[in-house]
C-alpha cells in the first residue's frame, strides 16, 4: 500500500505508481490537453490500479458521448476486480451510477467519500463538476465548505480548491468573495484555467467588459498544452466583445479562437459538447443582431446530424437544435426531436430531465427558427423555472432565455416579454438595459 501526495492510501504495486497516479489527476484538475499519455504511462506503471481505471471511466464520461459509454463500463468491471480499499469501492460505485444515467447519486457517493476523506480531490472535483452540469449550485457550494476546513496551501491541489470555491460562490452569487478566491488562485498559479474561468465569469456578471476583455489577454499566454477549456475562456471574451458592439471582433474571435475548425484541439474533438456550445449560442445572439454568420452554422449542422439520439448532456441538445433551424434542416430537425423522446422512455433520471425540460426547449428552439413565435412562447413559458437543471451557467443559460425574449419580442407578446425581462433583472446585477440582449425589451416596456 502506498500514499497519493495527500496522504492518501491507494492500493497500488510501486510508489512510482501513485505518482504516476498523481500526474494524471493533476492533468485532470488543470485540464491538461495531454490527459491520453498521462493516463497510458499510469496504466503501463500499475495495469491492476483500481482507481486509475475509475479514473478512465470518469474521462470517458465526461466528454457526454453516448459511444463512450461501452468503454466507461470497461473500465468500471476492470475498477471492481482491482478495487483494494472501502474508498476504492466507493468510487467504482460512484462510476457505476454515473454510467447508469444518475450522475446524482454518484454525487452521493463522492460526498460520502469526502466526510471521511476531505482531502480526496478527485472525488471533490467531480462532485463540483456533476453538479454544475446538473444545475446544483447550492451543493457546489456546500461541497466547498465541507472539505476546505482540511485544507491549506500545503497541500497539494491547494489552487484548485481556490478555483472551485469562486466559482461555487460565483454561481451562488456571492461576486466579491468569488473574486477574491479566483485572484488569489490565479496568484499563485497563473496556468490555473478553472479560476480564470471562475473571475471571467464574475467580471460578465458584474458587466465589467473591458475588464474582461483585458484579464483573458494577460492570460492566455499561460495556456499553452491546455484544452478546450481555454476556448471557452476566449469564448467569454467574445461576450464582452459582443456587448461592446463589437460584432467583428467577436468573429475573428470565433474564427481564430474559440471555434478555430484548423486547431489540433479541436481537431481531436471536433463536436465536443462545449465547444458546440460555444459556437451555437454566441451565433444565435450574433442573429438577433442582424449580422450575418456566413455558413458558420453549417459545419455545427453537420455534427448535430451525426449526433441525432445521443442525449448524454441535456444542455447541449437545444444547441444542436439551433444550427439545425439556422441551417432549415428541417428533416434533421424532426429525427432529432423523436431521437430525444426514445431516449426519454429509457427510465434513467437523465432521461426524465431530457423529456421534462430539454425537449420542450428544444422544440422551442426550432419553433423560433421557423418562426413559429407563438408556439416557442408556449413551450418554453412551463419550464422557465426548470432550465437550470440541464446545468450550465447563468452566463450560459442566458441563451436559452435569449430564444424565449427573442420570440416574444416577434410574437409581440408584451406580457412574456415581461416576465423574461422580470427575470432578467431579478438574477443578474446588470439591469436588462445596459445587456445587450436585453434592451430592446427593456426600452419596450418603458415607452
Not at 492533468?27 to 478512465?56: Q, V
Not at 491541489?157 to 460562490?169: E, I, M, N, P, T
Request: glycine content about 8%; aromatic content about 8%; some cysteine.
Amino acid at each position: 500500500m502506498f500514499n497519493d501526495c495527500r496522504g492518501l492510501p491507494v492500493t497500488t504495486v510501486s510508489q512510482q505508481a501513485a505518482a504516476a497516479f498523481d500526474h494524471a489527476v493533476d492533468g485532470y484538475l488543470a485540464y491538461r490537453a495531454d490527459m491520453t499519455a498521462r493516463m497510458e504511462a499510469l496504466l503501463a506503471a500499475d495495469p491492476d490500479f483500481g482507481l486509475a481505471h475509475c479514473l478512465k471511466g470518469y474521462l470517458f464520461l465526461m466528454g457526454f458521448r453516448a459511444d463512450t459509454l461501452g468503454a466507461a463500463r470497461g473500465a468500471l468491471a476492470d475498477a471492481r476486480r482491482c478495487a483494494g480499499t472501502v474508498r476504492e469501492a466507493a468510487h467504482a460505485q460512484a462510476l457505476a451510477h454515473w454510467i447508469e444515467g444518475d450522475p446524482e447519486r454518484a454525487v452521493a457517493v463522492w460526498d460520502d467519500i469526502l466526510r471521511d476523506h476531505p482531502r480526496d480531490i478527485l472525488a471533490f472535483r467531480l462532485a463540483h463538476f456533476v453538479n454544475f452540469w446538473c444545475g446544483r449550485v447550492e451543493a457546489m457550494l456546500a461541497s466547498v465548505r465541507c472539505v476546505e476546513p482540511y485544507w491549506s496551501d500545503a497541500v497539494p491541489g491547494f489552487v484548485s480548491l481556490l478555483a472551485c470555491r469562486c466559482f461555487a460562490h460565483e454561481e451562488a452569487g456571492y461576486y466579491l468573495e468569488a473574486e477574491h478566491a479566483g485572484r488569489e488562485a490565479v496568484r499563485r498559479d497563473p496556468t490555473d484555467l478553472w479560476a480564470a474561468h471562475g473571475v471571467a465569469h464574475v467580471l460578465e456578471m458584474t458587466g465589467r467588459r473591458l475588464e474582461g476583455i483585458a484579464w483573458v489577454d494577460g492570460l492566455q499566454s499561460q495556456w499553452d498544452g491546455s484544452n478546450n477549456l481555454k476556448h471557452h475562456l476566449w469564448w467569454h471574451q467574445a461576450m464582452y466583445h459582443l456587448e461592446l458592439g463589437d460584432f467583428a471582433t467577436v468573429l475573428s474571435r470565433y474564427d481564430a479562437g474559440f471555434r478555430d475548425l484548423l486547431s489540433p484541439l479541436t481537431g481531436m474533438a471536433p463536436d465536443l459538447y462545449i465547444d458546440v456550445q460555444n459556437a451555437a449560442s454566441i451565433l444565435f445572439r450574433l442573429g438577433r443582431h442582424g449580422v450575418d454568420p456566413g455558413d458558420r452554422w453549417v459545419e455545427l449542422a453537420d455534427k448535430a446530424e451525426a449526433r441525432i439520439g445521443d442525449c448524454q448532456s441535456a444542455f447541449t441538445l437545444p444547441h444542436w437544435m439551433m444550427a439545425l433551424a439556422a441551417t432549415g434542416r428541417d428533416r434533421a430537425a424532426k429525427a432529432m426531436l423523436a431521437g430525444m423522446r426514445d431516449f426519454a422512455r429509457n427510465g434513467q433520471p437523465i432521461a426524465r430531465l431530457v423529456d421534462e425540460i430539454a425537449l420542450p426547449v428544444t422544440e422551442a428552439v426550432l419553433a423560433n427558427g421557423q418562426g413559429r413565435h407563438a408556439a416557442a412562447i408556449a413551450l418554453m413559458r412551463p419550464v422557465l423555472g426548470e432550465m437550470y437543471r440541464m446545468g450550465g451557467s447563468h452566463a450560459q443559460q442566458d441563451v436559452l432565455e435569449q430564444v424565449f425574449l427573442d420570440s416574444a419580442l416577434k410574437a409581440g407578446a408584451q406580457n412574456d416579454v415581461r416576465i423574461m425581462m422580470e427575470r432578467a433583472a431579478g438574477r443578474h446585477p446588470v439591469p436588462p438595459v445596459r445587456r445587450r440582449g436585453y434592451a430592446m425589451g427593456a426600452h419596450l416596456l418603458a415607452a
